[in-house]
């Protein structure tokens, strides 16, 4: 059995360059989260569904083969297609996303996945992996089947982790988003919460954030000065901002870093690390990945453990 279950969609992404140009590649945000963690020496298994037999879902596939995230847990939908996205990215590397995924088989997932072997797959993990976009794309059905495997898994000892990542265009309104969220957090051990995201569907951070901690997660709260706090019961460790180094090579592209310093700070966490050297380790990777195009960077770019 895997030591990480993460659950989400992988799509095909086009990343816009120069006009009429696209670089064709494959992510999503747990996804992205998945391969950080198998290169940093998590087992990891990916649950989501792809379709069966075309081109994009078999490149997914085999990029899950060659970076060693399992598909034991992959559903493939025959006559379905994976969802796709466009990434534009502006003068200081922030992006634009531009989705069709209505029809995607990962929103369908709950549906098409065996529960009882999903179920047993996270009873048995060390780490439970999911996102609000996970949450998202499942739709109300599906949320309602996905929540009581996590309480489960989390009550066998799992240790079920949350990103708040919010995109208001999956979801009916920021309310909906809202409780989705706040069902799920009281119940993990990890959640990673921007403060953006929260202020977005109307939750206030501090408030949600030593609520959760005082339910029993370590909250990792992303500032928008870049300080990370980190609340655990009454708890609250505040670490700077880190300032760029003299001639570091400025931000090329934002994606996949929230994605990435989750992957670091989990494996680190998973491997017994203090609380500085989690988030050291998270602010580490995460500051190599936005010096490249795309989510996620070549094996050489790494950096050192």
Do not use: K
Not at 4 to 19: F, N, R, T, Y
Not at 179 to 186: D, G, I, Q, S
């Amino acid at each position: 059995m895997a030591d990480a279950v993460v659950l989400g969609e992988c799509m095909v992404e086009l990343s816009l360059g120069d006009p009429g140009q696209a670089a064709v590649a494959y992510a999503g945000d747990t996804f992205n989260t998945a391969v950080y963690l198998s290169r940093l020496g998590v087992a990891c298994d990916y649950a989501t569904a792809v379709g069966a037999g075309d081109p994009f879902s078999r490149g997914i596939l085999q990029l899950m083969a060659d970076e060693g995230v399992g598909s034991g847990l992959v559903v493939e939908a025959a006559g379905r297609l994976p969802g796709l996205y466009a990434i534009q990215r502006d003068a200081r590397g922030e992006r634009s996303f531009f989705y069709w995924r209505e029809a995607a088989p990962a929103r369908d997932y709950m549906a098409l996945v065996d529960l009882a072997a999903l179920a047993a797959a996270m009873r048995s993990a060390r780490l439970v992996y999911v996102s609000a976009i996970s949450l998202a794309i499942l739709g109300e059905a599906g949320r309602a089947a996905l929540l009581p495997l996590l309480r489960t898994a989390g009550e066998a000892g799992a240790g079920v982790a949350l990103d708040t990542n919010y995109r208001a265009r999956l979801w009916p309104d920021p309310a909906t988003a809202r409780r989705a969220v706040e069902a799920l957090a009281p119940h993990c051990r990890w959640v990673s919460a921007g403060v953006e995201d929260l202020e977005a569907f109307g939750a206030d951070p501090d408030l949600a954030a030593t609520a959760w901690a005082e339910a029993g997660a370590e909250v990792v709260l992303r500032r928008a000065d870049r300080a990370i706090e980190v609340r655990s019961g009454g708890a609250c460790e505040r670490f700077a901002p880190e300032r760029p180094a003299e001639g570091e090579v400025a931000v090329v592209d934002t994606t996949g870093a929230g994605d990435s310093f989750n992957a670091a700070y989990l494996a680190a966490r998973l491997r017994g690390a203090e609380l500085g050297a989690c988030v050291a380790a998270a602010r580490r990777l995460a500051g190599a990945v936005v010096r490249h195009r795309g989510a996620i960077i070549p094996c050489a770019a790494m950096p050192a453990a």
